[in-house]
Each structure stands twice: as structure tokens, then as C-alpha cells.
């Protein structure tokens, strides 16, 4: 399975961003993948969860994000989305896709978002 990332940039704090992901390989593997979800990592931090959803619509947000940014998916698309809103300095990181297939951990090649103040 592959995970690519689409929609970084760089924006002004206070805007507005989405992120797209897109899965693409093993068919049976897509369809097993219950959770998939967005990671972050800023410089000289470690990588961090922003938000996870399931195939049930479940979902899960840090602290710090929740109410700004919403996590999305189209299982027939194959297709995961951050829809980022007010962002912040603070935000700045590279942004990772993620999925999960039973014990297999999947990541994208990540997208840079940067907000300035």
C-alpha cells in the first residue's frame, strides 16, 4: 500500500488549509485498513498524532486541534482529509498520512505546512 500526500503549503495564520490522501495499491489491503488517520512532526520534535478516523466514522483529535482542524475519509476513494482551519504558528510541521492494516503501520512521504505569524 502506498500513502501520498497532497495540498501542503504555506498560509498566514488564521487561514485555512486541507490536506488530501490518497491510497493507492493491494485493493484487500485498502479495504482492511480500519484506521487511517494524520501525524505531525515540527523540527527537533517528535512525530505526533493530529487526528485518527475508522471506517466507522470514529474519530480522534489532539487536544490542541480539536475544534479547528476535522478529519475525513472516502472509503471508496480510498481517500483521507484534513480540513485545517485558524491555523496557527504552532502548526508548522510536516504532516504524515497514516494507515493501519492488522499489525502493518503505513506512512505517506509527508506534506509541509507552514503558518506565519
Known amino acids: 500500500v502506498l500513502l501520498a500526500e497532497f495540498g501542503g503549503g504555506s498560509v498566514q495564520a488564521g487561514g485555512s488549509l486541507r490536506l488530501s490522501c490518497a491510497a493507492s495499491?493491494?485493493?484487500?489491503?485498502?479495504?482492511?485498513?480500519?484506521?487511517m488517520g494524520w501525524y505531525r512532526q515540527a523540527p527537533g520534535k517528535q512525530r505526533e498524532l493530529v487526528a485518527t478516523?475508522?471506517?466507522?466514522?470514529?474519530?480522534n483529535f489532539a487536544t490542541d486541534v480539536e475544534g479547528r482542524f476535522t478529519v475525513s475519509r472516502d472509503t471508496a476513494k480510498a481517500a483521507l482529509y484534513l480540513q485545517m482551519n485558524n491555523l496557527r504558528p504552532e502548526d508548522t510541521a510536516v504532516y504524515y498520512c497514516?494507515?493501519?492494516?492488522?499489525?502493518?503501520?503505513?506512512w505517506g512521504q509527508g506534506a509541509q505546512v507552514t503558518v506565519s505569524s
Open positions: 497514516y494507515g493501519k492494516v492488522i499489525n502493518t503501520d503505513y
Open positions: 495499491g493491494s485493493v484487500i489491503h485498502i479495504q482492511l485498513m480500519y484506521t
Open positions: 478516523i475508522t471506517t466507522d466514522g470514529i474519530t
